[in-house]
């Protein structure tokens, strides 16, 4: 039912939100449908799928929590991580990407970066045992750039503005 009021909206131009959070539950469904790839035969992905779709995802939608806006930037980072342990796939721009994700996530709703933090452990554990300790500085300079390239302007943006005490009081405290 949600997503006909989506494509509602979008073809009457209503309302940018709502095509804004249309466009971020694409893509969640889209790294979501991804991961279920990877790890799972394409009958189990897609009853996975449904089942997600079904249940999860309309819940999410429909409170407009700020949970649900973390969902899109959750499903690429785990996407990356997955990729990184399964494959041992990773760049400089996945490691960007992380990070921004890393970022906005930590900007949305601190509260839900675990997913980060516990890949970020595993990453550093894979890393030790395997003794490639020089591919750490090169993972944590391109997540930490990734990560400022969305921090910076946002605290840059609430100083200027004079919320800059506001914003620690009501996030931080």
Known sequence: ????????????????????LYSGAGTSLSVIWLIFRKCCSGAVSALLMLVIT??????AIINMS?????IPFMAVGLYIFLDYF?????SAWRLLLTGVC??????IKAQMISVWFVFCIAVLIKNIREKTAQKILFFLAFFL???????????????????????IAQYIV
């Open 1 to 20: 039912m949600a997503f006909l009021f989506g494509i509602l909206a979008i073809c009457c131009l209503v309302y940018y939100g709502v095509i804004l």
């Open 102 to 107: 890393f970022g906005c996530v930590l900007m």
């Open 54 to 59: 079904a249940v999860a995802f309309d819940y």
């Open 66 to 70: 700020p949970e649900s806006m973390t």
């Open 86 to 90: 399964l494959y041992e796939k990773i």
């Open 145 to 167: 750039a990734g990560t400022m390239a969305v921090i910076l302007p946002v605290c840059l943006w609430l100083i200027l503005g004079g919320a800059w005490k506001e914003f």
